[in-house]
């Protein structure tokens, strides 16, 4: 394993640089102000990387989806003197590449159109392939479970192909590769030469050191596996366009709209005290864990909106906020003003407030901004209506007052 990784971090770093004589280079363009500068320099010191021949190392040079390939190659020790038959379109048997790319598709990411499939082998490799990558070599994806909830937490983790995520997931829950300080994980972002010493860094020097030389196989899996179609797909909405064709309006209890790019909701009939706005999403696959968020936005009012799930009729779990409130409740009746009220914590209102329910199974959990607030089972089995929730008092004073919901989102999280 040790020799193996060491194989991949090099073809990493040297691609086609020049090497230099010194057994501990100084790069000059890697001052230690750098953000890898400790990486860089530790793995140049144990000879590891290289650099330039002009003292530099050159450390936001990017790497082709193509030199990745042949860098799997070299890193697996694989023969590729066999014949292989042309899986991708874009990589015919003239190209460089065929061999490699072939050869490398156990660790590496496709992609489909039709009935043709495409390898894209000009373009950047990115964050999210070398992932996958790193958590193939180390065989992550057959000794561990991943845990999805992990990449939630990403404020751009709609961003990471459905079929790599189980991949991240399981290299950021093994600490392998992680965000950004400002919550991104960028995993379409290229990947640079300085990127890779960091992640090859922590892989092999601080999580190899300590373990066991152990045996990897690398199967030939054939054709690139397709994303799994068993859990809905996301649905984000920020209500840029007015018809919201993401929800099921005309199930909706009142008349729902665009207003300054956010959403809000007005009924001309009195006896209504609660709106709801289902979500028009794939409830038939009813995936075991998932996640609503949305921003709720007051003017001028106490809040009074938020969000809804375990829907039946009018029946639902509704979690909103008030002017000092998080508060968890059950209507039994839109058309009465009570609440069963479930829980409660006190919170100051803010002009933007960021409001997310997490369901698992039976149980679901409420996080504020991020932060959580309350957990609890539900006492009866979960149904899968879910969507947009508004008291009628959060747009009495329409249209001097009024509280907006915007940037929802919907993710199915497990099966």
């Not at 039976?362 to 901004?369: C, I, L, P």
């Amino acid at each position: 394993m040790r020799r193996l990784l060491t194989f991949f971090l090099a073809a990493i770093m040297v691609l086609t640089a020049i090497p230099l004589a010194s057994a501990a280079p100084r790069f000059s363009d890697v001052p230690q102000s750098h953000w890898a500068y400790k990486e860089i320099t530790e793995m140049a010191e144990r000879g590891i990387i290289k650099g330039y021949n002009d003292g530099k190392f050159h450390p936001n040079e990017e790497v082709t989806r193509a030199e990745f390939a042949k860098i799997m190659i070299a890193a697996a020790d694989i023969d590729i003197r066999g014949s292989k038959s042309q899986t991708f379109t874009d990589v015919p048997r003239t190209h460089w590449a065929f061999n490699y790319v072939e050869y490398a598709k156990p660790y590496l990411t496709g992609y489909k159109s039709g009935s043709r499939y495409y390898y894209k082998p000009d373009e950047d490799a990115v964050r999210e392939d070398i992932a996958v990558a790193l958590v193939r070599l180390l065989g992550y994806d057959r000794s561990k479970k991943a845990d999805l909830s992990v990449i939630s937490k990403f404020r751009d983790d709609d961003d990471i192909s459905p079929a790599l995520r189980s991949y991240v997931a399981l290299a950021v829950q093994t600490n392998l590769i992680k965000g950004d300080n400002k919550g991104y994980f960028r995993p379409q972002d290229e990947i640079t030469r300085a990127e890779a010493a960091s992640l090859i860094y922590r892989a092999l020097i601080e999580k190899g050191d300590a373990d066991d030389e152990t045996k990897v196989v690398f199967p030939d899996t054939g054709k690139p596996q397709e994303p799994d179609n068993d859990l809905p797909d996301s649905v984000t909405d920020a209500f840029n366009d007015s018809k919201l064709g993401n929800w099921l309006t005309n199930n909706a209890n009142a008349k729902w709209g665009v207003m300054d790019k956010a959403v809000t909701a007005i009924s001309t009939d009195s006896n209504v005290d609660h709106y709801y706005l289902p979500l028009k999403w794939e409830e038939s696959k009813k995936p075991k864990k998932y996640q609503i968020e949305v921003d709720v936005l007051p003017k001028g009012t106490d809040g009074l909106a938020g969000l809804y799930f375990n829907g039946s009729g009018e029946k639902a779990h509704v979690v909103y906020l008030s002017k000092d409130r998080i508060n968890v409740g059950y209507v039994n009746d839109t058309e009465t003003e009570e609440i069963s009220n479930i829980a409660s914590s006190n919170y100051d209102l803010r002009s933007s407030n960021r409001l997310k329910v997490v369901v698992d199974g039976n149980q679901y959990q409420v996080f504020v901004n991020n932060t959580f607030v309350f957990g609890q089972k539900l006492s009866s089995t979960p149904t899968t209506k879910l969507g947009l929730y508004l008291q009628r008092e959060a747009t009495e004073d329409l249209p001097k007052d009024m509280t907006l919901l915007d940037n929802f989102s919907f993710k199915a999280l497990e099966k």
